[in-house]
Each structure stands twice: as C-alpha cells, then as structure tokens.
Nanobody
Framework: QVQLQESGGGSVQSGGSLRLSCAAS????????MGWFRQAPGKKREGVAF???????RVADSVKGRFTVSLDNTKNIMYLQMNSLKPEDTAMYYC???????????????????WGQGTQVTVSS
C-alpha cells in the first residue's frame, strides 16, 4: 500500500514562495508517477504538476513559469516549488501517486489510486 504525506503548506502574501513536499512509502514497483492536485472551495479539482520516476514532468498552463515539480528518487520525496504566488493559487494541495506507471501521463490522464491528506496553501493579496 502506497502512503503519501504532504507538508510545507502555509499562508503567504501575493508574490511569495512556498515549497511543498510529498513523502512516499510502500512502492512495490520501480515505475511510478506522482502528481500535485489542488482544490479550492466550490471549484473542481485541478491537476497542477506531474512527474514520473524517470524525471519526465509537466506542469499545468495555469502555473507554468511559476511552479516547478521535482523528485528525489533516493528519498521518494516529490517537491512543488511555488514562486510568484497569487491569491488564485489558494487551495488545498494534494499529492497523488500510481504504480506501476510507464510515465507521468498515467497520473495526469487518470485518477491516481493513492492520495495524501492534503496541505492548505493560502495566498493573501
């Protein structure tokens, strides 16, 4: 059973930065994908960034140029570096994973089976 634990959320002012972490454990396959999703009250869940164990990655157009996703394979920790934060980035951020997965497309194009509890990000203007 894959387990995921997010950390690093908080409150910042517009233009600030935060780094989220997602620690994963329990992988039983060498190929996997991970992703960051967010959901604001009253809005649909949005896929923000995706990465696979080979380091291939993609971020959503809404955060391109501001957010960067990375993966430390040795520690099984995924990061989301968020810069130039805007009030519209305010949401609960969740990490998710799937295995086995040939690429990040698996997490991007289908509903991953493993989810963390979420971490709140609040950006004030």
């Amino acid at each position: 059973q894959v387990q995921l634990q997010e950390s690093g959320g908080g409150s910042v002012q517009s233009g600030g930065s935060l780094r989220l972490s997602c620690a994963a454990s329990g992988y039983t396959y060498s190929s996997y994908c991970m992703g960051w999703f967010r959901q604001a009250p009253g809005k649909k869940r949005e896929g923000v960034a995706f990465i696979d164990n080979d380091g291939e990655r993609r971020v959503a157009d809404s955060v391109k140029g501001r957010f960067t996703v990375s993966l430390d394979n040795t520690k099984n920790i995924m990061y989301l570096q968020m810069n130039s934060l805007k009030p519209e980035d305010t949401a609960m951020y969740y990490c998710a994973a799937d295995q086995p997965a040939p690429s990040y497309y698996t997490c991007r194009n289908s509903d991953p089976p493993y989810w963390g509890q979420g971490t709140q990000v609040t950006v004030s203007s």
